[in-house]
């Protein structure tokens, strides 16, 4: 097995649709060793099956990290730019640095010198590496926005995390803007006039 193989990096996102809360990123170094079953797009999974493959993920893969842009930062540099930030520090957070970086999308973010990094269109689906990412930033955002639900309990963020619903836009028009909203974003901007 080649060295690069064991440094090859897989990098997804997940955050930018929604009108609160972070963009999270998670960056996966997989271990040909021990290969994960049932890597897939996280939208395509079952929130339990999610958790089970994140745990799995988690404890199987050679490294993992996340990354993340706040609310201040997306409404500051804007939802791309944050995105890319988010999958930056993903990156840099691992602990074992990957030569090569796959990302899901069409835009890289700016790594260290010496990291080859390539935009996959679709990636989430057909690169265990960014499906194995995909899953454990999906996992640790529902978290979180699970957790501001228990904060925020009139705006259903357990329900949509975050996503504009109608439930979540007229929770939005009845009771106002939270500090875990993107005021850049037009339908928070509009409840701000």
């Not at 993992?64 to 999958?87: K, P, T």
Request: hydrophobic share 45%; with cysteine; net charge positive.
């Amino acid at each position: 097995m080649m060295l690069d193989d064991l440094l090859l990096a897989g990098v997804d996102e997940v955050g930018r649709g929604p009108l609160a809360g972070p963009v999270i990123a998670a960056a996966v170094i997989l271990d040909p060793q021990h290969p994960i079953v049932g890597l897939a797009d996280s939208k395509k999974l079952s929130e339990k099956r999610r958790q089970l493959l994140s745990e799995q993920i988690r404890d199987c893969a050679l490294a993992w990290a996340l990354g993340r842009a706040e609310v201040e930062e997306i409404d500051r540099i804007n939802i791309l730019q944050a995105s890319l930030l988010a999958m930056q520090r993903a990156v840099d957070a691992l602990p074992l640095k990957p030569r090569r970086v796959l990302v899901d999308g069409n835009r890289c973010p700016a790594l260290a010198e010496g990291v080859e990094v390539q935009a996959i269109i679709k990636g989430d689906s057909t690169v265990p590496a960014i499906s194995a990412a995909s899953i454990i930033a999906k996992v640790a955002r529902d978290k979180e926005m699970c957790t501001w639900a228990l904060q925020y309990p009139d705006y259903g963020f357990e329900g949509h995390k975050g996503y504009p619903t109608q439930k979540h836009l007229h929770a939005l028009h009845t009771f106002g803007v939270t500090p875990l909203h993107r005021r850049s974003f037009a339908p928070v901007r509009a409840c701000l006039k």
